[in-house]
């Protein structure tokens, strides 16, 4: 005989656990309880996906460079969070595809660290790249299930949607391979670099167009807190406002020929034009344009020996030099913060120190702009001096050298680059970048 009470309990139970199950798959759809899929695998995932070809280079929580350049590009320590993810361009574009999951309390911060990162790209950028500039400008930050995202892509809105989807249904995210970063540690032969030429470049002065205009503000916000961590600027000479007690004393000159054999150039546009106009022929050129100090960490810029490329300060570590020449500044004016664009700077002088103790490490100053462009661009000469101040205390704390550049150019009293000595109010010309590698080649360490 049937037992309808015990059917009428089984029934029951049966239906209990299916209700549960299907609810359990319906949080679980929804991204609601679900165990949040690997940072790491949803921005492989929406780059598998998308089938886009950029950004490529794809590096995730734990793996041996993500906290170099997390902490170059967000300028904030990696222990705030538990898990994070991006996908960067291999050359200089803007493509960024950012997921991380902060620590607790701290989703708001992130959201706050993404908006000043993209700040400090368009400040890079629209000096260069309309394309990026629009990309950055169009960028989408956004949080989702404990994620905090940034989007910088032309398919922005596409990769959203993708994004979104996964986190709704994290089972659908094809496994995990791993990409070809070509930004492994380079083999111990020195990477490939190219010569400059012997033979002086042709004498075409740069374009005389005005600069672009629509920079963004280069001064000081009264939201920016005070500068930490860096010393009170060493005190100047009472004859000139921009030169500095630890500047180097000018010395017998060099032979221009052999100087340069054991040096490696490091910077942005304004230190290309050395190598542009007088040809030094230095052993290391990563002189390049719109390089910031943070790419310096972050961008795959250098040959790594193996026939791909990998990030400047990789190579460095594998190279041999007697003498490095950092030029950075310009395109980080429109960063808010002077003490991160100070604190970044630290960073690339101590790494040198480190895989390089034997090399002399020369910081050069910033030369101002001429006094037309400064005008309209915020009276930006005052915040290259402030900065310089600031470069000059950094190089006497780490016990490195510093050239102060803006003599080499500078007339009299005032702050200005010289009409005649620029074509674009910005970057020296011919007649500019010879008096710096002459002022290089009387002011150097004798130690």
Not at 111 to 138: G, M, Q, R, W
Not at 368 to 376: E, G, N, Q
């Amino acid at each position: 005989m049937i037992n309808f009470a015990s059917l009428k309990i089984f029934v029951a139970a049966v239906l209990t656990a299916v209700i549960a199950a299907a609810a359990v798959s319906c949080i679980r759809q929804d991204g609601g309880k679900a165990e949040p899929p690997s940072a790491k695998k949803l921005v492989s995932g929406v780059i598998s996906e998308s089938g886009i070809s950029s950004p490529e280079l794809v590096f995730g929580y734990g793996d041996e460079e993500y906290a170099s350049r997390f902490t170059s590009l967000y300028h904030i320590p990696l222990e705030n969070i538990v898990d994070g993810a991006f996908a960067i361009s291999s050359g200089m574009s803007a493509d960024e595809i950012s997921v991380i999951r902060p620590a607790e309390g701290k989703e708001e911060e992130f959201l706050t660290v993404l908006e000043d990162h993209v700040h400090e790209e368009i400040s890079v950028f629209e000096k260069y790249s309309p394309e990026d500039t629009a990309n950055l400008k169009n960028s989408v930050i956004f949080s989702e299930n404990g994620f905090v995202i940034l989007i910088v892509s032309a398919d922005s809105d596409a990769i959203r949607s993708s994004l979104l989807s996964f986190l709704r249904d994290p089972n659908s995210l094809p496994e995990l391979t791993e990409p070809t970063n070509n930004a492994t540690e380079p083999e111990s032969n020195e990477p490939e670099t190219t010569e400059p030429g012997t033979s002086e470049p042709e004498t075409t002065e740069p374009e005389t167009s005005a600069p672009v205009t629509n920079e963004p503000a280069v001064t000081e916000t009264e939201s920016v807190p005070p500068d930490t961590g860096s010393a009170e600027p060493i005190v100047q000479h009472e004859k000139k406002s921009y030169c500095y007690e630890n500047e180097l004393p000018e010395s017998a000159p060099q032979d221009a020929g052999t100087f340069f054999a054991d040096a490696v150039l490091l910077g942005d546009s304004r230190l290309a034009g050395l190598v542009l106009y007088t040809a030094p022929k230095v052993k290391y050129d990563f002189a390049i344009e719109s390089l910031s100090i943070s790419g310096v960490f972050t961008k795959n810029l250098a040959d790594d020996g193996k026939g791909g490329k990998t990030t400047i300060a990789n190579a460095l570590g594998e190279c041999e030099f007697g003498k490095i020449y950092l030029m950075f500044g310009v395109n980080e004016l429109g960063w808010p913060y002077s003490s991160t664009f100070i604190g970044e700077y630290r960073r690339v002088v101590e790494y040198i120190k480190e895989t390089n103790p034997s090399a002399n490490i020369y910081v050069m100053t910033m030369f101002p702009t001429t006094k037309k462009y400064s005008d309209a661009h915020n009276n930006c000469n005052d915040l290259i001096s402030e900065r310089n101040a600031l470069l000059a205390a950094m190089a006497a704390e780490e016990g490195v050298c510093l050239i102060n550049t803006a003599d080499a150019l500078c007339t009299g009293e005032d702050f200005v680059l010289p009409d005649d000595l620029s074509g674009d109010g910005v970057h020296g010309n011919r007649t500019a970048n010879r008096q710096i590698r002459d002022f290089i080649l009387t002011h150097y360490s004798t130690d």
